[in-house]
Nanobody
Framework: QVQLVESGGGLVQAGGSLRLSCAAS????????MGWFRQAPGKEREFVAA????????YYADSVKGRFTISRDNAKNTVYLQMNSLKPEDTAVYYC???????????????WGQGTQVTVSS
């Protein structure tokens, strides 16, 4: 069982940066792949980034590649999403998720956080 709590969201101007954090409970965090997803009003939840349990592999949606960076600190049971050069279209609720296998599909993840709002003003 893994419990996830996101933080770090907020309001930022276009071109600005935010760093999201996702703190996980449980002794087996290091064995889980982690993903970040987002959901804007009226839209489906979409993949943003994912990282394998060992940090050996990272994956990004084309829309964020080169601007966002996913990382993890297994000693702190935390995964991060550094978001740079933010755009108004990045506005959404951002969720972190955990599962044994890394995936870009939301349906593949068993554990989810409650989400944190990111709003980018133009």
């Amino acid at each position: 069982q893994v419990q996830l709590v996101e933080s770090g969201g907020g309001l930022v101007q276009a071109g600005g940066s935010l760093r999201l954090s996702c703190a996980a409970s449980g002794r087996t965090f290091s064995s889980y792949a982690m993903g970040w997803f987002r959901q804007a009003p009226g839209k489906e939840r979409e993949f943003v980034a994912a990282i394998s349990w060992s940090s050996g592999a990272t994956y990004y949606a084309d829309s964020v590649k080169g601007r966002f960076t996913i990382s993890r600190d297994n000693a702190k049971n935390t995964v991060y999403l550094q978001m740079n050069s933010l755009k108004p279209e990045d506005t959404a609720v951002y969720y972190c998720a955990a599962d044994r296998l890394v995936s870009t599909r939301p349906s593949a993840y068993d554990y989810w956080g409650q989400g944190t709002q990111v709003t980018v003003s133009s």
